[in-house]
């Protein structure tokens, strides 16, 4: 501002009074950015974040709003009133920004919280399972121990098995033996001799009841065998009446059986006559061989290794 | 700001002009000391809001700063104190906002970085689970 010199006091005087009422008296003229910083400094202090963690910057906008107020209403020079209404936009700006970092941090805290949680949760979850996989290993364990037991008792059984086959297969070659069968390739057979007979008759003699009791506890320890008795003869004599003793003494080695308590539906006979030497009949000792009655015996399931008709 | 013009009406006529004279003289001439403390206080606050990283966060600001601040320097020097003392409050106001933005805008960030990390976390822990 210039204060130009004029000669004469008045003049002096009038000007220095119209410069004082220019810079300092004018009638207050609208100052938009004052308006705006009103608008501003409203919302800052409207805002409850900011009312809770930036008072101090909300205190000095506000300062600076009444300064600017103050100035306006005083009519002040704009340019200060507009010095204090951007000083009051930027300190409301301010304690805008600290409650927005005052919000941030709150959130922090509450996403570590989370964080925490389910790292809690994650970690029991894990020790859980752990857990139960443990429990899972042990069960497999025993499950497997149990299995191996099994098989250790099934492979004991298997042995105790075998060795009482072994036993009854020793057993039977001793019964076997005791009753003089022989293995043909017809399975075993036992042969009674003429002499077990009266001449010429189908009845035993007594000396014949020893090899019959033998027979008989033979086939009751054996259950499962049957047998078939065929009845032989010599060429002496007609066919016919050959026929018929063979058939009589095989049914009389029957009965001597099943009297000694064998069922008689394990035991088949037949009646073979002169067809089956197995010696010559030109002499003695050769017929005598050709007078006999065969016992065959089928395995332990009843199974003839040749069926019964199969001569 | 401390310059402060006030009309006394209850005054007789000369004296209202002379006092008139005085007055404004006194607010419109440089009788204002050139604002060495508000200089050094504006200053300090622009290199907090660099430390605090408004050279990323908040570049216009400092930016505004930062011109506030040589305009300042500049109307110092040519003695126009008045406005070196607005241009520095100014700049003041300006370097604190700018820190102020700097901090809200990486404590926001580091609230996203935080989400990331948990949604992150549950999915990791849901392909564990399963």
């Known amino acids: 501002m210039i204060i130009k010199h004029t000669s ?25 950015q004052l308006d705006e910083a009103r608008t501003i400094y409203r919302s800052a202090a409207s805002d409850s974040q900011a009312a809770k963690s930036a008072l101090v910057e909300l205190r000095s906008a506000e300062e600076a709003l009444q300064q600017a107020e103050k100035l306006q209403a005083g009519g002040a020079d704009p340019v200060e009133v507009s010095h204090y209404a951007y000083l009051t936009k930027q300190r409301s700006r301010i304690a805008m ?5 005052a919000a941030a941090r709150q959130k922090m805290e509450d996403a570590k919280l989370q964080r925490d949680r389910i790292l809690i949760e994650s970690r029991t979850q894990e020790a859980e399972r752990a857990m139960a996989s443990a429990e899972e290993r042990r ?30 297969a020793t057993a039977l ?18 042969t009674l001799g003429d002499v077990l007979f009266d001449t010429g008759k189908a009845s035993l003699k007594a000396g014949a009841m020893r090899t019959i009791d033998k027979l008989a506890s ?20 007609s066919e016919a009446f050959n026929q018929t003793l063979s058939e009589h003494r095989a049914e009389s080695v029957r009965d001597a059986v099943v009297e000694r308590g064998v069922a008689a539906e394990r035991i088949a006979i037949e009646g073979l006559g002169e067809a089956y ?35 | 700001m401390t310059s402060k013009s006030r009309l006394r009406t209850t005054m007789t006529a000369p004296y209202v002009v002379l006092t008139s004279l005085a007055l404004g003289l006194g607010a419109c001439a440089s009788k204002v000391p050139a604002p060495v403390e508000q200089m050094a206080t504006s200053r300090a606050a622009m290199a907090q809001a660099e430390r605090a990283g408004a050279g990323e966060f908040a570049a216009v600001e ?15 020097r040519e003695g126009r104190n008045a406005e070196a003392l607005r241009f520095a409050e100014q700049a003041e106001a300006d370097a604190v906002l700018a820190e102020a933005k700097a901090r809200s805008s990486q404590s926001t960030k580091a609230v996203e970085d935080m989400r990331q990390a948990i949604e992150t976390l549950r999915e990791e822990i849901q392909r564990k689970s399963r």
């Open chain 1, 8 to 32: 004469g006091r008045n003049s002096l005087l009038a000007v220095a009074m119209a410069v004082s009422l220019a810079s300092c008296a004018s009638a207050p003229k609208p100052n938009p």
């Open chain 1, 97 to 101: 920004e600290v409650a927005r970092q």
């Open chain 1, 139 to 168: 069960m497999e364990a025993e499950r497997a121990r149990q299995l191996a037991e099994q098989r250790l008792g099934e492979a004991e059984r298997a042995r105790a098995e075998a060795v009482a086959a072994q036993q009854r």
């Open chain 1, 173 to 190: 070659a001793a019964q076997i033996e005791d009753l003089q069968a022989k293995q043909t390739e017809r399975g075993m057979v036992l």
């Open chain 1, 218 to 237: 033979f086939l009751k320890e054996n259950p499962g065998r049957r047998i078939l008795i065929e009845g032989h003869t010599d060429s002496v004599g």
């Open chain 1, 277 to 311: 030497p197995v010696a010559s009949n030109d002499n003695a000792p050769g017929r005598q061989q050709n007078r006999r009655v065969e016992v065959v015996f089928s395995d332990d399931e009843g199974q003839f290794k040749q069926g019964p008709d199969a001569r």
């Open chain 2, 62 to 76: 400092l930016l505004a700063a930062r011109e506030k601040l040589n305009k300042a320097e500049l109307a110092m």
